[in-house]
């Protein structure tokens, strides 16, 4: 079998060697360039933000892996090999980020924010209440999270719009496509949940023209902001600005312009800011491992890798 490099900036790759040795001793990982293999041997390489040129330095790659379901990090890598890009796609990350969308929607829904303020202070009182049925939450993009977060939203009882580049149908979903679509989308959304990739056409997506396009007679009284997508969907200065004016309501953030998201940056004390550090969904690492190295087996038993990313469309 041939040999696995990791190539991941900013995490330990020792916990990630250790577990795929233990999965799979006949195969040989090596954190590059840490030790051992030339260049030559690398058949594999699983990456997260890879410095740059290193992906290109490998010049018997067979297929890439990304460490996440995002892959943006990696297609912004100028000399990216021709090879297959396979991201990760995997039930227990799905439902864990369904377990974020709920949890912020739920929190949004009900006011918690509020709440918690008004304990701080020991102040009781009674804060109104509305049905799930009264609540529409939009969600850009339908993939394989947005979909999962979608059908569980509806099973709470919200009402759940979706919209995303083809057309889709989904139980209990009313869904939406395309450019053309995206106004009358934004314009039933009383929650925002945002899980796009990151891609030139979405890049900056969430910006003040879109906000104003939201619906402003939920019960809510302004529009709610949730981005688990990637944070170079949204321009940071606008949503601060929309919220300054009232053009929205409150927001919880799992991704930023830049991570870790600066301390001076106000998005950490805004009172109606949520700021989560980029983990609404963790991948588990052993899921991970077994995943890739199913891929692996997969590619060398001469079989299609699953869940590659399409070079043109970018996801
Ligand atoms: P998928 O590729 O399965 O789904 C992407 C969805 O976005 C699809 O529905 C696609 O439409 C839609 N889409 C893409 N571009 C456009 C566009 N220009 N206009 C309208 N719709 C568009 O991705 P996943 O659901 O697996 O993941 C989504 C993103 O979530 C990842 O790329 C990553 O950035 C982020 N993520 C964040 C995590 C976190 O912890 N914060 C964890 C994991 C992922 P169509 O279906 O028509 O192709
Ligand atoms: C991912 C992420 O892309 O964690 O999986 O952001």
Same mark, same amino acid.
């Given at each position: 079998m041939t040999k696995l490099a990791l190539v991941i900036s900013? *995490?330990?790759p020792q916990p990630w060697i250790d577990r795929f040795q233990h999965l799979a001793p006949e195969l040989e990982v090596c954190s590059w360039p840490d /030790? #051992?293999?030339?260049?030559?041997?690398? @058949?594999?390489a699983l990456a *997260?933000? !890879? !410095?740059?040129g290193v992906l290109a330095? $490998?010049? /018997?790659?067979?297929a890439i892996f990304s460490l @996440?379901? @995002?892959?943006d990090h990696i297609l912004?890598?100028?000399?990216? !090999? +021709?090879v297959p890009l396979v991201r990760v796609v995997d039930p227990d990350l799905t439902m864990r980020m369904s377990e974020y969308i709920c949890l912020h929607v739920l929190m949004h829904h009900r006011q918690q924010r509020l709440l918690d303020a008004d304990q701080a202070k020991t102040d009781w009182t009674e804060r109104p209440q509305w049905s799930a049925a009264s609540m529409r939450v939009g969600i850009m993009g339908l993939g394989e999270l947005g979909r999962d977060a979608a059908e569980k939203l509806f099973h709470l009882g919200f009402q759940v719009n979706g919209w995303s580049n083809s057309a889709k149908q989904i139980d209990g979903v009313t869904a939406y496509a395309g450019q053309d679509e995206l106004d009358a989308f934004l314009g039933v959304s009383d929650i925002l949940v945002c899980l796009l990739p990151h891609t030139p056409d979405t890049h #900056?997506?969430?910006n003040r023209d879109l906000f104003r396009k939201l619906?402003? +007679?939920?019960? =809510?009284?302004a529009p709610v902001l949730i981005n688990?997508?990637?944070?170079? =969907?949204?321009?940071e200065a606008d949503i601060l600005a929309s919220l300054d004016a009232g053009e929205l309501g409150a927001a919880t953030l799992?991704? $930023?312009?830049?991570?870790? =998201?600066?301390?001076?940056?106000?998005l950490w004390r805004h009172p109606r800011v949520t700021v989560t550090p980029h983990n609404a969904a963790d991948s588990d690492p052993e899921a991970l491992c077994r995943y890739i190295l199913g891929q692996i087996r997969r590619h060398e038993a001469g079989k299609d890798l699953q869940n590659t990313v399409n070079r043109r469309t970018g996801y």
């Open positions: 900013r *995490w330990d /030790n #051992g293999i030339a260049a030559e041997e690398v @058949g594999y *997260w933000q !890879p !410095p740059e330095g $490998f010049p /018997n790659l067979k @996440g379901a @995002g892959v912004s890598e100028p000399k990216l !090999p +021709d #900056g997506i969430l619906s402003r +007679d939920g019960p =809510l009284g688990a997508g990637r944070g170079k =969907l949204q321009v799992d991704v $930023f312009e830049t991570e870790p =998201l600066p301390v001076q940056s106000r």
